[in-house]
Nanobody
């Protein structure tokens, strides 16, 4: 059972930055991908960004150029650096790890962007 714990959420103003962390209970190299997802008020959960065990990254169009996913393998931690935040980025942000057909979710961290 892979455990993930997100942190770093909070309340910021539009245009500011925030960095989320996802602490993983085992080596990130043992997992196919680790992704960040978000669910805004009244919206479905959507993919934000992913990073593979090989380091390849993928982003939703809505965050390209503003968000960066990275990892610190020594700390078993994946980060989501968010810049130029917009009110529409307001959501609960979740970390998800995938190994084969299994997916493991964290509990989420709230990000609120005020205008």
């Amino acid at each position: 059972q892979v455990q993930l714990v997100e942190s770093g959420g909070g309340l910021v103003q539009a245009g500011q930055s925030l960095r989320l962390s996802c602490a993983v209970s085992e080596s990130t190299f043992s997992l196919n991908t680790i992704g960040w997802y978000r669910q805004g008020p009244g919206k479905q959960r959507e993919l934000v960004a992913t990073i593979s065990s090989g380091g390849s990254t993928n982003y939703a169009d809505s965050v390209k150029g503003r968000f960066t996913v990275s990892r610190d393998s020594a700390k078993n931690t994946v980060y989501l650096q968010m810049s130029s935040l917009k009110p529409e980025d307001t959501a609960v942000y979740y970390c998800k790890a995938r190994r084969g057909s299994f997916g493991y979710w964290g509990q989420g961290t709230q990000v609120t962007v005020s205008s």
